[in-house]
């Protein structure tokens, strides 16, 4: 263990840093309390939020664990784990000047989070804006100040207008610098010419005499027909690349949103405005569209080629994405994200109810609610903020130790008579480091990309400039122990933790490059030590250019989960 008595050299370094990780940990329960779950890694931890209200919609207070009854696949499970109704946590202590962290009470300190997520990929051009309109009205009038909410926008890439705060004022300022965006993904109303009127066009009929003009019309009619046809198959091979490209676009920002509110406690709300989802979490038991309905009825040769290539698409789609998109709603199941969809095309007197189904099954996969065709959107997004505050809690041990990747049942109930109870549907039982193709260090590479910092495994970092670490820049990591996994050993407790660090330059050029890896096994009062202080790790890097940043990561090499911090490097 001569990395730990090296490591625990420099820990003067980090001194004011670990006083204050002691100050803010919690405390532990009274004997024979359930206890809150912790932000502890655990493979095997289901975590269910259950929103639990009166009929009037009002919440319940007051319930402990026995009021709550969980089942899987029909079967009760043990409830372990149990927290109250997020409150606010109060603001912690200010870090010293160059130390940085992605802790859950430094990301969010001020009672339950919501993140506003706009979408430019999925919403026609036009009603952007009156979705923008709809949320700004909501800041000015509904907002409750000890809440906290971010800003999210949907344009291509995930991107923040605002972190989260719980200023109004703020909020209201950045919704004011969205902007509607003709996204060349974005669902289009427009089509090619098509029909009689485009056959019968008279400027591309040539002059002719009387008795040849009739058969030449037919024929140049006939090739003109041919022609848009083609066209037209040709466009609906250009939706289908922009639809692919919409599913793909949306996982990357769905996984991205476990990523950086994974490893913050409890319930967190995903406002979703958009126009339409373009994915199901459960394939194989979604609704058939309307499209795919058409193509397996018996009208096939009364129907158009535009209208065969929208139903074998659907069709196709249905399963193109399958595994990514069970691997994207395990994420987002353990993550404990909720996601109210707001259609943001408002009241709509089109036939078409397919994105209104896809919106209110993500809901219901992932215990949010959807709002939909509803003129006052804004009240959808009021409504999530009154279910965060009537939210509690439970998580069990499956008694079916096997992740088999399988979709399982959740259904919980609550001794109480008169009330409602709104949660999540199910998990899929997968571990991503089983699945085929897992790369942990893809998985770094993805993390480091967030536009905010990964909160998975939560940990402190202070940068020293080379200035004052002859010549060198120095970085210590400081990790919270109880966000990392642990198997039981023949020598103790056995940890698996990789630790990165690459620097930046202004131009977003790559420069040094540094990792080193933690694999052994610890007594239990070593352990003991690291979990009350947490994992001390420091290294050292060549210095980067002026003005550069350095992207810190931190990885649990059992489950691959990652955090990460980006810190400015001063010379």
Do not use: C
């Amino acid at each position: 263990m001569s990395w730990l008595r090296l490591s625990l050299l420099r820990f003067g370094l980090m001194i004011a840093v670990m006083s204050l990780v002691v100050s803010l940990r919690a405390q532990a329960p009274s004997p024979g309390e359930v206890p809150p779950p912790t932000i502890r890694v655990s493979t095997h931890l289901v975590l269910v939020d259950v929103v639990v209200t009166d009929k009037q919609g009002k919440a319940i207070p007051g319930l402990r664990p026995e009021d709550f009854v969980v089942e899987e696949n029909g079967k009760p499970q043990k409830i372990s784990t149990f927290a109250t109704p997020a409150e606010n946590a109060g603001t912690p202590p200010a870090l010293p000047p160059g130390v940085y962290s992605n802790r859950p009470e430094y990301r969010s300190h001020g009672g339950p989070v919501t993140v506003l997520l706009l979408d430019a990929i999925n919403t026609p051009f036009k009603d952007q804006a009156y979705a923008r309109n709809q949320m700004l009205k909501f800041v000015k009038e509904n907002f409750k100040p000890d809440s906290r909410m971010a800003v999210l926008t949907l344009t291509g890439s995930l991107n923040v207008l605002q972190d989260l705060t719980s200023d109004p004022q703020i909020l209201y300022t950045a919704l004011q610098r969205f902007r509607p965006l003709q996204n060349e993904f974005t669902p289009s109303s427009a089509s090619l010419p098509s029909g009689p009127a485009a056959a019968n066009d008279a400027s591309v009929v040539p002059p002719s005499d009387a008795a040849t003009s009739g058969a030449v019309g037919s024929f140049v009619s006939g090739q003109i027909s041919g022609v848009t046809l083609e066209l037209q198959e040709f466009a609906d091979l250009a939706e289908g690349y922009a639809q692919d490209q919409r599913i793909y676009l949306t996982l990357n920002a769905l996984n991205s949103l476990s990523r950086i509110l994974g490893g913050i406690p409890g319930r967190k709300n995903v406002i979703w405005v958009t126009g339409d989802v373009p994915i199901s979490l459960i394939p194989e038991d979604r609704t058939v569209t309307q499209a795919e309905l058409a193509e397996d009825l018996p009208s096939l040769n009364t129907r158009r080629a535009d209208q065969h290539a929208s139903g074998n698409y659907a069709a196709t789609a249905r399963g193109l994405h399958a595994q990514e998109i069970r691997e994207t709603a395990a994420r987002l199941s353990s993550s404990q994200i909720a996601i109210y969809p707001v259609d943001a095309r408002g009241l709509t007197l089109s036939t078409d109810t397919d994105p209104q189904e896809s919106m209110r099954e993500i809901a219901r996969e992932t215990g949010g609610r959807a709002y939909v065709n509803q003129n006052e959107i804004k009240i959808g997004v009021e409504r999530a903020f009154q279910d965060q505050v009537a939210a509690y809690t439970v998580g069990y041990y499956p008694d079916n130790k096997k992740y088999d990747g399988k979709y399982r049942n959740i259904k919980v109930k609550v001794k109480r008579d008169g009330i409602d109870v709104q949660n999540r549907r199910g998990y899929f039982a997968i571990d991503p480091t089983q699945t085929k193709g897992y790369d942990p260090q893809q998985e770094v590479a993805k993390a480091t990309t967030d536009v905010v910092s990964s909160t998975l495994v939560a940990f402190t970092a202070q940068v020293v400039p080379a200035s004052a670490n002859k010549g060198k820049v120095g970085v210590t990591f400081l990790v919270d122990a109880s966000s990392l996994s642990v198997e039981d050993s023949s020598g103790g407790k056995h940890l698996n933790v990789v630790f990165y660090a690459t620097t930046f330059a202004p131009d977003g050029k790559m420069g040094t490059s540094v990792s080193k890896k933690v694999d052994q096994s610890f007594d239990d009062k070593t352990y003991q030590q690291i979990l009350q202080h947490g994992l001390l790790l420091h290294m050292d890097m060549d210095p980067p250019p002026p003005n550069s940043n350095v992207h810190l990561a931190v990885q649990d090499g059992r489950t691959g989960l990652v955090g990460t911090i980006k810190a400015p490097v001063s010379q």
